[in-house]
């Protein structure tokens, strides 16, 4: 259990590696999709800053890609601006992660957001409100409403056992007769 007396980190997330391929045109593609500053070299890195100092350093593999997800939270305005360059570009847009609502965007808590690809398959993400902040009186709330997660105490105070994969731990199905 977090201690509320104490005070909280002012940590801020620095940077993220990035796979792909030819690094330059993925990184030019997010820099004016978003209408930031176009990406510097450093090293084998393409940067992107995006925000106050975070930086999207693309960097060459020569493996497979595994796509990732990475959402930009954005102004009403910035996503009227990026939405059009995403039309103008007729790139492949969608309301949901899954990719099953295309063509559309969503109105989750009462924002706008949207989903389309960079040219390596990463899911990029746009929104105008963060998950859950309108709550469940939003006319469109968001499909996921998140509970914060905290740790269990067992009996005689200590914390219970990790389950083991396969098995082995407490049943997360319900009780049968209730």
Do not use: C
């Not at 693309?58 to 360059?85: C, N």
């Not at 905290?150 to 083991?164: A, C, D, N, R, V």
Request: hydrophobic letters at 35%; a negative charge; charged letters at 20%.
């Amino acid at each position: 259990m977090r201690d509320d007396a104490r005070p909280m980190m002012a940590v801020k997330l620095n940077h993220t590696i990035v796979a792909a391929r030819d690094n330059g045109a993925p990184a030019l593609f997010l820099s004016e999709i978003l209408g930031v500053a176009p990406p510097i070299r450093l090293g084998p890195f393409a940067l992107v800053t995006v925000g106050d100092q975070l930086t999207l350093d693309f960097m060459d593999t020569g493996g497979d890609i595994k796509p990732q997800h990475y959402a930009f939270l954005v102004s009403e305005t910035e996503f009227d601006q990026i939405f059009g360059r995403i039309e103008e570009r007729h790139l492949p847009y969608w309301a949901d992660p899954h990719q099953t609502k295309p063509g559309q965007i969503n109105h989750w808590d009462d924002g706008r957001g949207v989903y389309f690809e960079d040219p390596n398959g990463h899911l990029l993400e746009l929104l105008t409100r963060t998950y859950g902040s309108a709550g469940t009186v939003a006319q469109n709330p968001h499909p996921l409403v998140a509970e914060r997660l905290e740790p269990k105490e067992q009996e005689g105070g200590k914390p219970p056992e990790p389950s083991t994969p396969g098995g082995g731990g407490p049943s997360s199905s319900p009780a049968q007769g209730s």
